[in-house]
């Protein structure tokens, strides 16, 4: 049990676009999901916390209006990064928040590459 | 506020010999404690927590953890190194109600044939 899942796995884009990642609790309901942005040989960089039906809260530092973020259901939280350039390339981790085992459960990662 | 300090960002054991990470935190109230294994382009995997039952805590993999709080100390050990055990840990503490992670630096783990 406390599966969470991320799609993409890896993705390439061009300079300006906008690239949308997904993070799925797959067997349990998360009111609360967490990005992280993880750069090579470092640790995790909370980017912000996802609250279901509500605005998330992101860290000092990090743009809101880059990094937009939605949660829309108990189970689904999605990062968009907006008009991207090649500095936000990046290894995007999401946790989800089981509330029973008061544990944080990790995706697999998404590797965003962008030219 | 709360605060990881993982001492050695390198750790380098034989096969077959005891693994020991070091994890100290600091926490203004009690904490729960989580050590996290990360393998090469993968997210984290949870290794094993504390949340204030059991001060000796076993996880997956024959890894094990004890709680010392007069030491604030959080340390992660395994009798009997493997090959696969060559990877990234990472201690977290989050405070009682608060469900926000702080990570120390982490410790990469090399296992030597």
């Known amino acids: 049990g406390a599966v969470v899942s991320q799609h993409p796995s890896w993705v390439i884009c061009k300079s300006g676009t906008s690239v949308k990642i997904e993070c799925r609790s797959l067997d349990f309901q998360a009111t609360t999901m967490f990005w992280y942005r993880q750069f090579p040989k470092q640790s995790l960089m909370l980017m912000a916390t996802?609250?279901?039906?509500?605005?998330?809260?992101?860290e000092q530092g990090v743009e809101k209006d880059k990094f937009l973020i939605n949660h829309a259901s108990l189970t689904l939280s999605t990062l968009t990064v907006t008009s991207a350039h090649p500095e936000d390339s990046s290894f995007y981790i999401c946790?989800?928040?089981?509330?029973?085992?008061?544990?944080?459960?990790f995706g697999p990662g998404t590797r965003l590459l962008v030219l | 506020a709360q605060s990881v300090t993982q001492l050695g960002s390198h750790v380098s054991v034989s096969e077959g010999a005891l693994v020991l990470l070091r994890c100290n935190y600091s926490?203004?109230?009690?904490?729960?404690l989580f050590w996290y294994v990360q393998y090469p382009n993968q997210g984290l995997q949870l290794l094993l927590k504390y949340t204030s039952a059991a001060t000796l805590v076993k996880g997956i993999n024959g890894f094990e953890a004890e709680f010392k709080k007069s030491e604030t100390s959080f340390h992660l050990t395994k009798p009997s190194a493997h090959m696969s055990d060559a990877a990234e840990y990472f201690c977290a503490v989050s405070d009682f109600g608060n469900e926000k992670l702080t990570f120390g630096t982490g410790t990469r783990l090399t296992i030597i044939p």
């Open positions: 946790s989800a928040h089981e509330t029973s085992q008061e544990t944080q459960y």
């Open positions: 996802s609250n279901e039906g509500s605005k998330a809260t992101y």
């Open positions: 926490s203004s109230v009690p904490p729960y």
